[in-house]
């Protein structure tokens, strides 16, 4: 199982790491993709779990809130907006036509839209920041690292559950583990990146931003695990070797994105 996971995020590093760096139509097109597949899964668990948010409208209207935050993100609001109110009439007629869950529907509709649209676009507003490059390079590796050191640390010492419900087996001590290798590898990467021509992050700065996204990035986690919960399943889907699905691997990169975004426009820019 290891094996497998390590071969898989090889291979996801070969892909991504060349679009991240190309950036434009590129990168946009990958995490077009991925939040695509995301957001099929999203609809997967639902439907699982009793609920039906209709794929076709599910996954076009994020792939088209993403595109538009891309290339026009003046019309991104409005296009929510339509979005919110074509789902509303939607499950209008989905009860009209017999289905009295149709307002929860609704719910999930919209929730993924959201979620998996408004706030994955996030990744593309990082890019599209000047030196994007620099700042996306400082914003994932934080989640990733916090991700990476949580999972070794928990399975060798952890011993206290962190949350028993959503997920039995994250412990305190791989949460933790993961704050302090998400901080100190951020801060690492902050005077590394500035050294070779990236915004000016001071060790500290950097420190600060990757304590913020490794203390908060695992709820993303945490919420990802709730839906699955709910409807019985162990992973979104098996895409993935050793990882499972897209949606597994992107949970937290959902909250280190819009954090992270908010954190530079806030802090740094």
């Excluded at 028993?164 to 005077?191: D, H, N």
């Amino acid at each position: 199982m290891l094996m497998k996971r390590i071969i898989a995020a090889l291979v996801l590093a070969v892909i991504g790491i060349p679009a991240m760096i190309m950036g434009g139509l590129f990168y946009y097109a990958l995490i077009m993709l991925l939040l695509g597949i995301a957001t099929w899964e999203y609809g997967n668990i639902f439907r699982t779990a009793g609920y039906n948010a209709p794929t076709v409208f599910l996954v076009g209207g994020v792939v088209l809130l993403v595109g538009l935050r891309a290339y026009s993100p003046i019309l991104a609001p409005a296009c929510l907006t339509l979005l919110i109110l074509a789902a509303m009439t939607w499950h209008l007629f989905d009860y009209e036509k017999g289905r009295n869950l149709a307002a929860a529907d609704f719910v999930v509709t919209v929730g993924g839209i959201v979620y998996l649209g408004w706030i994955g676009a996030y990744l593309i507003d990082i890019r599209n920041l000047p030196d994007g490059i620099w700042w996306l390079a400082l914003v994932l590796p934080a989640a990733w690292l916090a991700d990476t050191a949580a999972y070794f640390v928990g399975k060798r010492f952890g011993k206290h559950q962190l949350t028993p419900r959503l997920s039995p087996k994250k412990t305190w001590e791989g949460y933790w583990g993961g704050v302090i290798f998400g901080t100190a590898g951020t801060a690492g990467l902050a005077l590394l990146w500035h050294s070779l021509g990236g915004p000016e992050v001071t060790w500290w700065q950097g420190a600060i931003l990757g304590a913020a996204l490794s203390t908060l990035s695992t709820l993303g986690d945490l919420g990802e695990s709730m839906f699955k919960r709910q409807a019985g399943m162990k992973d979104s889907s098996q895409i993935i070797p050793g990882h499972g699905g897209v949606l597994d691997r992107m949970d937290s990169w959902l909250w280190a994105g819009a954090l992270g975004y908010l954190l530079i426009i806030w802090f740094f820019i």
